[in-house]
């Protein structure tokens, strides 16, 4: 069945429209906002899609775990979603959690879904009526059709990992990284995958490291590789940071000024190394990166 509204994105107006529209029963909306409750504010008609409750899988003991077809199938069932209807996937905060429903029901073989844009803040802003009255759906009859490729299991993602494929995790960069802390007891990223987040920022070259990297540069680009970024140049010698061994910079950057001193730039020092033979000295004008 052809898509009554735009996949897999719809706008505000569109959305609107075919609501007033002589389809507009077969249009379902679910709110999947995340910590908000049936009564809260939302678009007339719309329903609680709540990931934390029947729509995972709580007899596992892991968030958000997507539950057996015939229980999705039934779920859906009592959200009023059948064969001929078309979902809207709708939420108030920046639209993270929407794309859950939206990948769950495809993953379930329903095509005829979309994710509003701009979410519900879009709808406010327009003006459009928003309402705390709950409904109550007449039960659907969609079947599910399961995709196959579109869900794994562990036993796939160590094996994708031996065979050297790229494995991305969705978590934000903080939550991958270790730098918050994890509020799901438990869990962890597997070695070696990647953050969904870090990898975007390293293919735009804007990433939070290359800000850093600005900022501590006074705003220049750093357009060195990594090694460069743990060595102190000073009138065209560098010394490396050894790693582990904290922060030194202001103590190595001293050491570095007492070498320059006494040899002077690099083209002076190699001179001067083809004279000497001390080993101390040889290793502070021949090889700067101690």
Same mark, same amino acid.
């Given at each position: 069945?052809?898509? &009554? &509204? /735009?996949t897999p994105l719809v706008s505000v107006d569109d959305l609107s429209d075919a609501l007033a529209g002589p389809d507009g029963r077969r249009i379902v909306i679910l709110d999947v906002s995340m910590g908000a409750s049936a009564a809260d504010p939302h678009i007339p008609g719309a329903l609680r899609f709540d990931l934390d409750g029947p729509m995972s899988d709580? !007899?596992? *003991? &892991? /968030? +958000?775990t997507m539950p057996a077809p015939d229980v999705l199938q039934e !779920? $859906?069932?009592? #959200? @009023?979603?059948s064969a001929d209807s078309h979902v809207v996937v709708t939420e108030t905060d920046f639209l993270f959690a929407a794309a859950r429903p939206w990948w769950m029901l495809r993953a379930m073989g329903v095509d005829a879904v979309s994710i509003l844009d701009g979410g519900n803040p879009a709808w406010a802003a327009g003006h459009r009526l928003v309402t705390e009255a709950t409904p109550t759906p007449e039960p659907g009859?969609? %079947?599910?059709? /399961?995709?196959? @490729? $579109? $869900? %794994?299991?562990?036993? +796939? %993602?160590? !094996? !994708? #990992?031996?065979? *050297?494929?790229?494995?991305i995790d969705a978590r934000s960069h903080a939550r991958f990284a270790g730098i918050e802390p994890e509020p799901r007891p438990g869990a962890a990223r597997r070695p070696h995958a990647r953050s969904g987040e870090s990898? #975007? +920022?390293r293919a735009s070259a804007r990433g939070p490291a290359a800000a850093r990297r600005r900022s501590r540069l006074g *705003?220049? /680009?750093d357009r060195r590789p990594w090694p460069d970024r743990r060595q &102190?140049?000073?009138? @065209? +010698?560098r010394l490396r940071r050894r790693p582990g061994r904290g922060d030194v910079r202001a103590r190595r950057r001293r050491r570095l000024r007492r070498v320059v001193e006494r040899v002077g730039t690099p083209r002076r020092a190699r001179r001067r190394h083809r004279l000497t033979r001390s080993g101390a000295e040889e290793r502070c004008i021949g090889r700067v990166s101690i």
């Open positions: 069945m052809t898509p &009554l &509204l /735009p709580q !007899s596992t *003991g &892991l /968030p +958000h !779920s $859906l069932r009592g #959200l @009023g979603i009859d969609v %079947v599910v059709a /399961p995709r196959t @490729g $579109l $869900l %794994v299991d562990e036993e +796939h %993602v160590k !094996s !994708s #990992l031996a065979a *050297g494929e790229t494995v990898a #975007l +920022h *705003g220049r /680009p &102190l140049r000073i009138r @065209g +010698h």
